[in-house]
């Protein structure tokens, strides 16, 4: 379903448009559960996105 996102850190599946953060790395989106995840993420965000 493409209205549902994972959190790339801690892997929840979120509503994209009740995601509590959204975020972007190298001109793709990402959807957080929350603000503590966003931070994460911009902090090594090379460590989430591995893969993708």
């Given at each position: 379903m493409f209205w549902k996102a994972k959190d790339p850190v801690?892997?929840?599946?979120?509503k994209k448009e009740k995601a509590a953060a959204k975020g972007e790395h190298k001109g793709k989106a990402y959807?957080?559960?929350?603000?503590?995840c966003k931070e994460k993420f911009e902090k090594e965000p090379e460590k989430y996105t591995k893969g993708s």
């Amino acid at each position: 379903m493409f209205w549902k996102a994972k959190d790339p850190v801690c892997g929840m599946k979120v509503k994209k448009e009740k995601a509590a953060a959204k975020g972007e790395h190298k001109g793709k989106a990402y959807y957080f559960c929350s603000t503590a995840c966003k931070e994460k993420f911009e902090k090594e965000p090379e460590k989430y996105t591995k893969g993708s």
